[in-house]
């Protein structure tokens, strides 16, 4: 699998692309070390200088605790994430197959993690937010041909999927920002 030509067709025709995935083998360790951890580098990498360097307040170790952050967000955010649509699969008439989920989910946040990038500039942070946006289309778009999700499931099991993740990513995005990076209200003074 040649990185860089997944993360386009991906990005570019996802609905085509995963009709290839779902034929695919690849491990969960063969997916992270070969396609996640090198496309999370990208946001920790960005986050490093940005906030290391070009952020108002910017301090180098500062910007390596962002890094860490975003790093250990997305390797552990995908397996959590992977792990909640297979046990939820189911209950939506899908199959339970959690490397396939976690096919689901590493595929799907690479909008996110390319346009981790512009966390060189931290201001324009909100660009993640739209591309994160369509890597849940892009999510939504993979339930069918990977989790062999019914038609008439698919809307309800990637909403209900959505609600049980937002609860747990903000637990642990909080729990995981006061432990790596501390209060990041302090940067800006005793507020």
């Known amino acids: 699998m040649n990185i860089i030509e997944r993360a386009k067709k991906i990005i570019l025709k996802p609905k085509e692309e995963w009709v290839v995935i779902e034929q695919e083998s690849t491990s969960v360790q063969g997916l992270i070390t070969m396609y996640l951890f090198p496309l999370a580098l990208i946001p920790a990498i960005a986050s490093l200088i940005g906030y290391g360097f070009f952020f108002k307040f910017h301090s180098l170790g500062f910007g390596l605790k962002y890094g860490i952050l975003y790093l250990i967000t997305y390797v552990v955010g ?36 390319v346009a981790g990038v512009v966390m060189i500039f931290p201001s324009l942070s909100p660009i993640m937010l739209l591309a994160g946006l369509y890597s849940l289309y892009i999510l939504y778009l993979g339930f069918k041909p990977l989790m062999k999700t019914p038609d008439d499931k698919v809307t309800t099991y990637f909403v209900v999927s959505l609600v049980v993740l937002v609860v747990i990513y903000f637990v642990i995005s909080t729990v995981l920002m006061r432990i790596i990076v501390g209060n990041p209200l302090s940067v800006y003074g005793n507020l």
């Open 78 to 113: 995908a397996l959590l994430t992977a792990w909640v649509i297979d046990i939820l699969a189911p209950s939506f008439g899908s199959t339970k197959d959690f490397r396939k989920a976690f096919q689901l989910v590493v595929y799907s946040y690479t909008p996110m993690m």
